[in-house]
């Protein structure tokens, strides 16, 4: 589904450690690729897939997750 204001290469390039995929409804999703939370990055607020209804909300999703990575 393409939604105008977004471009799903792009969050690939600036996020590779992600896969992503809209829903038919409009909902953005990401999950890590290849990477398996354990118990403690959990705790530490780390998440194993993120979701989103816009791409505003979706980036910040992303930039927390990036931001807490590098602090657990």
């Not at 910040?60 to 990036?66: H, P, S, T, V």
Request: with cysteine; hydrophobic share 45%; aromatic share 12%.
């Amino acid at each position: 589904m393409a939604i105008p204001g977004y471009d799903l290469d792009a969050l690939r390039a600036t996020f590779p450690g992600w896969s992503f995929f809209c829903s038919d409804a409009g909902v953005f999703y990401a999950t890590r690729s290849g990477v398996q939370l354990r118990n403690a990055q959990i705790d530490a607020g780390l998440q194993q897939t993120v979701s989103a209804e816009d791409v505003g909300a979706f980036v910040a999703l992303l930039q927390e997750q990036q931001a807490r990575a590098v602090m657990s």
